[in-house]
């Protein structure tokens, strides 16, 4: 029964995707508007730059921000989390 359920997802995947293809049509991108006045093309820097490591360093100052500003829970923590089971004392044979 799962092959069957398998069998369907992917040929409903397959048919949506091939639909949206067909129906979007990139010829019409060529097309230019009134008033379209677009600008110089990104290069290949300026396009990794822009679209690959300012995200990645945006994650990464507010990652930084969320642990420094965050270290303050571990000693309001009360749950079981915070406490320690093992005992300090050792026994005596």
């Not at 799962?2 to 990139?26: E, F, I, Q, V, W």
């Not at 230019?32 to 100052?61: C, H, I, M, Q, W």
């Not at 930084?64 to 000693?75: A, E, P, Q, Y």
């Amino acid at each position: 029964m799962d092959k069957k359920n398998a069998l369907r997802a992917g040929a409903l995947a397959a048919g949506t995707t091939l639909m949206m293809l067909l129906m979007s049509s990139p010829a019409l991108a060529l097309t230019r508007d009134d008033g379209d006045d677009p600008g110089k093309g990104l290069s290949v820097v300026e396009t990794l730059g822009l679209y690959v490591v300012a995200p990645l360093v945006l994650f990464a100052v507010i990652a930084g921000l969320v642990m420094v500003l965050d270290r303050s829970h571990t000693k309001k923590d009360t749950t079981t989390s915070n406490i320690n089971v093992r005992s300090d004392a050792q026994a005596k044979a």
